[in-house]
């Protein structure tokens, strides 16, 4: 259980994208095969650095474990953040900060126009300004401060709206 104090900074709404199953249905709080899905991680070189900035990309406050570790909780997940001294725990060399140009961080969020107009100039590098994609999302891509890909999107067309359930 997250428990999150705001410090009097307002909240925006952002969530994940809902898993669906074959049938449409939503799958948040299910298991499939006794397994859910509950978080991403991100090793940096800098904790302090990259949690600051999802606090502000999110609004979210994090939760801290020790100075090593961080979690981003959302409405469906989250977005834990580790220290780079912490990978001899999984294997000496099995993963790198600022290394990862394969993976894509989405939020869903309520306006992706407000949200470029509020982040414009505090991130490192905006990659694709709101713009409608092929399959219905008005989407936002900008890199974080290791270099991370992150794609804040509005479903815009109907058909998209109702995978999401907005």
Not at 53 to 81: M, Q
Not at 92 to 97: L, Q, V, W, Y
């Amino acid at each position: 259980m997250f428990q999150s104090e705001s410090g009097g900074r307002a909240h925006r709404t952002i969530v994940a994208c809902l898993p669906m199953d074959r049938q449409g249905m939503s799958v948040v709080g299910s298991s499939v095969r006794g397994m859910r899905f509950v978080s991403t991680r991100i090793i940096t070189a800098d904790v302090l650095q990259l949690v600051t900035f999802y606090e502000l990309v999110t609004g979210s406050t994090a939760v801290w474990g020790n100075e090593l570790f961080a979690e981003i909780p959302t409405a469906v997940g989250t977005l834990a953040i580790g220290s780079d001294k912490t990978v001899p725990l999984f294997g000496a060399g099995s993963a790198e900060p600022a290394a990862n140009r394969t993976a894509i961080i989405e939020f869903i969020v309520d306006d992706v126009d407000a949200e470029y107009e509020r982040l414009r100039g505090q991130v490192p590098e905006v990659v694709t300004e709101p713009t409608t994609m092929p399959w219905g999302n008005r989407a936002l891509l900008f890199r974080d401060p290791d270099g991370n890909l992150v794609n804040l999107f509005t479903p815009v067309t109907e058909a998209a709206r109702a995978k999401f359930a907005v």
